[in-house]
T-cell receptor
Framework: EAQVTQNPRYLITVTGKKLTVTCSQNMNHEYMSWYRQDPGLGLRQIYYSMNVEVTDKGDVPEGYKVSRKEKRNFPLILESPSPNQTSLYFC??????????????FGDGTRLSIL | GESVGLHLPTLSVQEGDNSIINCAYSNSASDYFIWYKQESGKGPQFIIDIRSNMDKRQGQRVTVLLNKTVKHLSLQIAATQPGDSAVYFCAENTGGFKTIFGAGTRLFVKA
């Protein structure tokens, strides 16, 4: 089954304790992206990756890091989490073609609470 | 700034009626638009898309209309069913690989 898998699904942690949210896709997609979803704000893009070792900032990258060492994995790293990073996070992937734009496949989300 | 927004945050329709969800975008350079459906506890799910060289695209029970003159996008759902109850997001590709989402519209379907 084609899917995007995120772990953990839920996490409660404390300010300053480094954490990593993993994301893996089994569709051989080149493009992967991280979003955060907050009430009334929709989804905002944090980082995206066009292919292995190629990443770029989205609209809200502050406080986050990513890496793309393998095509299937795109972890989101919070080096020193703060309460304003409490949110619902989604990972997504899509294939790429010559023209821009393809629908993205989303994981089921990771709810982070940072106290 | 550039944004994608929605006119109505909540829409309530009777089962069997048609639903229309609207979206305004401000980036005239956007060339690809997508509608997603998000059910409780799940990630957004692709419904239908349209490129800027088209005005209308139809799927199964859904139609997307694009009016580039007024930068307006709409999603029409025919014969709305209880299973259509969800939050609907429009999104635009602003060129390259960036995607901007609207705030979402919650659709309630009354039986």
């Amino acid at each position: 089954e084609a899917q995007v898998t995120q772990n953990p699904r839920y996490l409660i942690t404390v300010t300053g304790k480094k954490l990593t949210v993993t994301c893996s896709q089994n569709m051989n997609h080149e493009y992967m992206s991280w979003y955060r979803q907050d009430p009334g704000l929709g989804l905002r893009q944090i980082y995206y990756s066009m292919n292995v070792e190629v990443t770029d900032k989205g609209d809200v990258p502050e406080g986050y890091k990513v890496s793309r060492k393998e095509k299937r994995n795109f972890p989101l790293i919070l080096e020193s989490p703060s309460p304003n990073q409490t949110s619902l996070y989604f990972c997504a992937s899509s294939g790429t073609r010559a023209e821009t734009g393809q629908p993205q496949h989303f994981g089921d989300g990771t709810r982070l609470s940072i106290l | 700034g550039e944004s994608v927004g929605l006119h109505l945050p909540t829409l309530s329709v009777q089962e069997g009626d048609n639903s229309i969800i609207n979206c305004a975008y401000s980036n005239s350079a956007s060339d690809y638009f997508i509608w997603y459906k998000q059910e409780s506890g799940k990630g957004p799910q692709f419904i239908i898309d349209i490129r800027s060289n088209m005005d209308k695209r139809q799927g199964q029970r859904v139609t997307v209309l694009l009016n580039k003159t007024v930068k307006h996008l709409s999603l029409q759902i025919a014969a709305t069913q209880p299973g259509d109850s969800a939050v609907y997001f429009c999104a635009e590709n602003t060129g390259g690989f960036k995607t901007i989402f609207g705030a979402g519209t919650r659709l309630f379907v009354k039986a």
